[in-house]
């Protein structure tokens, strides 16, 4: 009877690219005979190297790609901040025009200034009837002609 010979024996021992089978391998195929050739090796040592070099490139695109993600989120965010800067700083001014267009004095200052007062008289002027309560900008031409 014949000796059973278990192929797990002699397990295959690969180069570095994890396919070609290394020159001291004692696999039953390499025993058969069945060893790469040198032109195999180097060809299979060249698609190895290239192989490397595309996936080292995808990497780096992949951190490059990530980065500019990361960049692009960091400048959506500093936009963010500030958009809603300006929008408080819009929302202050046009409460502050609301407020000027509000006010009675004002109105009569610039009444005033339209009719040709110097700024230091159209003031006086403007305190002296605040303080008699008549800021009606309608009767700033009235009380100029009378």
């Known amino acids: 009877m014949a000796r059973n010979l ?8 690969f ?3 994890g396919v070609t ?15 790469p050739s040198e032109t195999d090796r ?3 040592g060249r698609r190895w190297e290239q192989r490397r070099i595309r996936e080292a490139a995808a990497r780096a695109l992949a951190r490059r ?7 692009a989120v960091a400048t959506e965010l500093a936009l963010g901040v500030e958009i809603r ?3 408080e700083e819009v929302r202050a001014l046009r409460a502050a025009h609301a407020r000027a267009d509000g006010d009675p004095r004002l109105a009569l200052l610039q009444a005033l200034r339209r009719t040709g007062m110097p700024l230091a008289a ?3 002027e403007v305190e002296r009837r605040s303080v008699g309560n008549v800021t009606d900008p309608a009767s700033v031409g009235a009380a100029e002609s009378g």
Request: aromatic letters at 2%; proline letters at 2%; a positive charge.
């Open 6 to 13: 278990s192929l797990l024996a002699h397990l295959p021992r």
């Open 15 to 17: 180069e570095a690219d």
């Open 21 to 35: 089978h290394r020159r001291d391998c004692e696999c039953v195929r390499c025993d058969a005979g069945y060893r």
């Open 42 to 44: 180097t060809d299979a």
């Open 65 to 71: 790609q990530e980065r500019a993600r990361v960049r």
């Open 85 to 87: 800067a300006a929008n």
């Open 122 to 124: 159209a003031l006086v």
